[in-house]
């Protein structure tokens, strides 16, 4: 062979001299080199698993856990202990990430989430475990019932109450004189309490002044100091506009007004029906041996009482007493004289709105039928029921009224018909003053808002 074929022959040389070297060090690490069965991967109780093998086998796991408490605890033993030591931006130190496929980080232990560094703590998971009932009985707030409710309300009011001072009202002057028990028990109204001490006056919610009292002494009978921001003066009088005068001085001096008239902040009737008590005695008609009666004092020739009782006198015999007959009357007799009459001539001295005084409701009291002579029958009614008295109204003559009722005494059964209300109702006369001062004090007690009569006069005279 020729030197001049050697140029060709030398990268097959080289070629086969490398597979040779190669061959040699297959042989000589051969007994090093192990080749791992792909079913280990899965096998039963092997300690790793990679993640993209049993992903989906952890997620099946985790789907129903006995509780949170154990899923913690399960997962937290059966991690492979890849570590991150850090997570301080910006490179992500000495750290082993198995695995984050989303949604279930599998496989994994964090030393440290607290930023910047994160150190010393293992998250078993990052995945939100299903919370199960028997760790959780509930997110849902309670149901709270309404009786709770009431109960701690009624509670914590009776606590304000307890707290809050007794309603003092000070009777700057008794009407008329007449003094009256400071205690408002008989009316069930309680944290009162009346005086009429007035060096309370800078204590008082509110003051009772009597109208008919402050006339012709203004000066005398108000207060040298002025009102008070927290205090009510209270405007009291239970006469009609024609038996009592305005005083312009006190126009708007009032905070509130308290009179027999429906439409005052403080109403006090001269009397009302209240439903009968178990204990109450069933109504027995009076014996009667007179038809008709009248007593009276306050005698005016003009008076609309006056002219209709000279008209219907001519027509039935009228039974009178009083002073303006010259046969006075104490309240022994007024009651006897009244209860045996069949019917009473409730005659006001004057006509104005709801002016109802005791001369309606004391016959009816009594077991006797009042003939009604005031302000128009719906005002009456508004008060008693409309078959239980007789409007003079209700006729167009005094002598018709005289022919009705000469009827009803031959009639006993269309007369017992007026004492229908007495199965389930009875009469109460106003406690004068003192039943006035205890709803007045009551009245305080639920408004403490600020109120004021612009126009008293206007109002009641006008």
């Not at 092997?46 to 796991?61: D, I, S, V």
């Not at 033993?77 to 198995?98: A, K, M, N, R, V």
């Not at 209709?308 to 022994?332: C, D, M, P, S, W």
Request: hydrophobic share 35%; with cysteine; glycine share 4%.
């Amino acid at each position: 062979m020729s030197c001049a074929a050697c140029p060709s022959l030398r990268p097959f040389v080289f070629s086969s001299v490398a597979v040779l070297c190669f061959i040699s060090i297959f042989l000589m690490y051969r007994s090093d080199v192990q080749y791992r069965d792909f079913g280990i991967y899965i096998g039963q109780g092997n300690p790793f698993c990679p993640a993209f093998l049993c992903a989906e086998e952890a997620q099946t796991k985790d789907t129903h856990p006995t509780n949170s408490t154990e899923l913690h605890n399960n997962q937290s033993s059966q991690e492979d202990p890849g570590t991150i030591t850090s997570l301080t931006p910006p490179t992500l130190q000495s750290s082993t990430i198995t695995s984050l496929t989303p949604p279930t980080l599998q496989s994994s232990t964090i030393t440290s989430l607290t930023p910047p560094t994160l150190q010393n703590s293992t998250i078993t998971s990052l995945t939100p475990p299903t919370l199960q009932s028997s760790t959780i009985t509930s997110l849902t707030p309670p149901t709270i019932q309404s009786s709770t409710i009431t109960s701690l309300t009624q509670k914590i009011q009776a606590a304000a109450v307890d707290a809050e001072p007794d309603t003092i009202v000070l009777i700057w002057m008794y009407p008329f004189g007449s003094t009256f028990p400071l205690s408002c028990a008989v009316f069930n109204i309680s944290r009162c309490q009346l005086t009429d001490d007035k060096t309370l006056y800078n204590k008082a919610h509110g003051v009772l002044f009597h109208h008919r009292n402050i006339n012709g002494q203004l000066v005398a009978n108000i207060p040298k100091m002025p009102r008070l921001p927290f205090q009510k003066w209270v405007w009291f009088n239970m006469e009609s506009p024609a038996n009592s005068h305005p005083i312009s001085e006190l126009n708007q001096a009032y905070n509130l007004t308290c009179s027999y008239r429906l439409d005052s902040d403080i109403p006090v009737p001269y009397g009302y029906m209240e439903p009968l008590k178990s204990e109450d005695e069933s109504f027995k008609l009076p014996a009667k041996d007179k038809l008709v009666c009248w007593i009276v004092s306050n005698w005016n020739a003009r008076f609309r009482r006056v002219e209709f009782y000279n008209e219907l006198k001519k027509h039935v015999e009228i039974h009178t007493y009083g002073r303006a007959f010259g046969k006075q009357v104490n309240h022994e007799d007024y009651s006897k004289i009244i209860s045996t009459c069949k019917f009473y001539l409730s005659f006001e001295n004057s006509i104005y709105t709801d002016y109802i005084t005791e001369k309606f409701f004391r016959p009816m009291k009594l077991g006797t039928v009042p003939i009604a002579l005031g302000p128009s029958r719906q005002m009456y009614e508004e008060h008693v029921p409309r078959d239980s008295f007789i409007h003079f109204q209700d006729f167009s003559t005094p002598k018709e009224l005289a022919e009705r009722l000469l009827y009803l005494d031959q009639n006993h059964t269309e007369y017992m018909r007026f004492f229908n209300w007495t199965s389930k109702f009875k009469v109460k006369d106003s406690d004068f003053g003192r039943e006035h001062a205890c709803q007045t004090c009551k009245y305080l007690q639920n408004h403490k808002e600020y109120q004021a009569v612009k126009d008293l006069n206007s109002w009641f005279w006008g």
